[in-house]
């Protein structure tokens, strides 16, 4: 079956710019996630939904950094105002209502020059 | 604190040969721990669990053992392939929560 897409897989903004990162879960699954991979590290949990609710936000790095699953299966996650420093792999995976096993996209690189 | 870490950040093995790929953590919270498999370009990729009431688990060429005294975990992999080339990393879970911590990887390159 499908697995968890994620759009665009590479993404190039200039500094200031806003960016929008989108994940398509594997359909059903109540769990949906989203890390931040830096180059050489693993990944860092940034927020976690179960359904359409935020349960947790707190690995967002600033307020420049938005997340939603306003109806519980696509997850947009935004950045406002690059930074340098943004630049990684963002990753998302989902998860089915029962166990703890995770399933990964493949990531969006972000490059902010 | 929260953290799981790992020992080596590279290693090198012959094909055929076993490979040992090594984890601590210091979160005594977690309860439950993964080992994946990252391959360039992908996202992580489940290889095999283990709860923390257990010291062993098997999978298809795969171990993981558990040490919780010294709070340690390994991956080891029998007969190492060309195709195991890839970033393992280990993570950890309270599965009273969600939040899963992951270690920076150890590369694993299979030498022919």
């Known amino acids: 079956g499908a697995g968890v897409s994620q759009s665009p897989r590479y993404k190039v903004a200039k500094r200031g710019q806003d960016v929008a990162l989108r994940c398509d879960p594997i359909?059903?699954?109540?769990?949906l996630f989203w890390y931040q991979q830096a180059l050489g590290q693993g990944p860092e949990f940034l927020t976690y939904f179960q359904n359409e609710a935020q349960l947790d936000k707190s690995g967002l790095p600033s307020d420049r950094f938005f997340a939603e699953r306003p109806e519980g299966s696509v997850s947009t996650l935004k950045i406002q105002r690059t930074q340098q420093e943004d630049s990684a792999v963002y990753l998302c995976a989902s998860r089915p209502r029962r166990g703890f096993e995770q399933y990964f996209g493949p990531g969006t690189r972000l490059t902010v020059t | 604190g929260e953290s799981v870490g790992l020992h080596l950040p590279t290693l090198s093995v012959q094909e055929g040969d076993n490979s040992i790929i090594n984890c601590a953590y210091s979160n005594s919270a977690s309860d439950y721990f993964i080992w994946y498999k990252q391959e360039s370009g992908k996202g992580p990729q489940f290889i095999i669990d283990?709860?923390?009431?257990?010291d062993k688990r098997q999978g298809q060429r795969v171990t993981v053992l558990l040490n919780k005294t010294v709070k340690h975990l390994s991956l080891q992999i029998a007969a190492t392939q060309p195709g195991d080339s890839a970033v393992y990393f280990c993570a950890g879970l309270n599965t009273g929560g969600f939040k899963t911590i992951f270690g920076a990887g150890t590369r694993l390159f299979v030498k022919a």
């Open positions: 283990i709860r923390s009431n257990m």
């Open positions: 359909s059903g699954h109540v769990s």
